[in-house]
């Protein structure tokens, strides 16, 4: 531990922002696992424009040690999150921090008085900034690198944040499996029966409003029961829709439809991790013709499913994990016919066994694992 002063000081400034965007650079100079993140969209986490400051505030921290950025860390509070719950709770997020001590203490102190001022009294997180975006911090499953909208870590995290008197609240899993899989032969026969009544579709790319919409009705009915939900505004979810499909096919966006009504659906993100990796976080001066190359020409071997879901009438009957068989079956043909790999699915929280049921059934791999934490302020 040091003995010198930590001085937290809130990020105001576009130099104190970029600080704060490049500071995991020194955390993971050493680590050949973690993928630096493109730094205009770090940075954009945090424009007031952005449809997630409709309804959220937020404020992000350094932490100092002789001028020297040694950490950082945000603290949030959303009103959805307090329309729904009314439980006064905050979130804290993007934690990285040197191994010490009293750069967690700092800055776990400072995000939490800034909590305070704002009424809230429990803590949860990380929140990258919401439930929607990245989450959690990584426990397990350090030797891989990360996949696209998922975080790295250091192994002393977890300590370093429960020193803080912070506890675990949920833990998320994230699944590694072949994309060629070949599924079980009870589950082809189910498909076989369910194909009566439920079709399957590519997005329509011509109505991708209606589209968004469709889908984020989907998310918002099928993960409502789920914890720490907080449902995707109109604006949010058509603002990710849209930068998503900028990325991929649309045979990797499908949709699920029982008796002619939308039922489920299914995102498969290229893994764009695998085309950034040596980027160092900047597109500038060549970095995009490389992205695009990888992207567009060569192709991927990885892929992620960052959003799916089934309407919660259907999920506790016969169809509900046959109409999530059939859309992930979907993506996963595209995505072998263009040379994908490995996909991840995730996350998944640990205590949803049908999710992790079905997933474990196709021989999906639980390599990585990330927890989430609460603390009660008094």
Not at 104 to 112: C, G, K, P, Q, T
């Amino acid at each position: 531990m040091s003995e010198q002063a930590i001085e937290v000081v809130a990020v105001e400034s576009s130099a104190q922002l970029r600080q704060f965007v490049e500071l995991p650079y020194r955390i993971y100079s050493d680590d050949p696992n973690w993928v630096a993140p493109l730094k205009l969209l770090e940075k954009h986490r945090f424009d007031e424009k952005r449809p997630y400051f409709q309804h959220a505030r937020a404020q992000a921290f350094l932490a100092l040690k002789d001028g020297v950025p040694v950490g950082r860390i945000s603290a949030q509070v959303d009103d959805l999150h307090q329309q729904r719950y009314q439980d006064k709770t905050g979130y804290f997020g993007l934690p990285e921090a040197i191994d010490d001590d009293q750069v967690f203490a700092a800055l776990f102190d400072a995000a939490e008085r800034w909590l305070k001022e704002q009424g809230m009294s429990r803590v949860r997180g990380p929140y990258n900034l919401s439930i929607n975006e990245e989450v959690g911090v990584l426990v397990e499953g350090f030797e891989t690198p990360q996949y696209i909208m998922m975080g790295h870590g250091r192994p002393y995290y977890d300590a370093g944040i429960k020193a803080q008197g912070y506890r675990g609240a949920k833990d998320l899993l994230a699944y590694l499996i072949d994309t060629d899989f070949v599924a079980p032969p009870v589950m082809e026969k189910l498909v076989r029966r369910a194909q009566r009544k439920v079709t399957v579709r590519t997005i329509r790319m011509d109505s991708l409003e209606e589209e968004a919409e469709i889908m984020r009705d989907i998310h918002n009915d099928a993960w409502q029961n789920n914890w720490g939900f907080v449902p995707f505004t109109q604006e949010e979810f058509l603002d990710t829709v849209k930068t998503l499909t900028m990325l991929l096919p649309p045979e990797q966006v499908q949709i699920a439809e029982h008796e002619g009504e939308p039922a489920a659906f299914i995102v498969m993100l290229p893994n764009i991790n695998e085309a950034i990796a040596d980027l160092k976080g900047s597109l500038f001066p060549f970095g995009w013709l490389k992205a695009i190359w990888r992207l567009k020409v060569k192709g991927l071997k990885t892929g992620r499913v960052p959003l799916m879901g089934v309407r919660t009438g259907f999920q506790n009957g016969p169809l509900g994990p046959v109409m999530a068989f059939m859309v992930i079956d979907a993506v996963r043909s595209a995505s072998v016919a263009g040379g994908m790999q490995k996909t991840e699915m995730g996350w998944i929280l640990e205590d949803n066994q049908a999710m992790n049921n079905i997933i474990l059934q196709l021989g999906g791999d639980p390599y990585k694992r990330y927890r989430m934490y609460e603390k009660d302020l008094t």
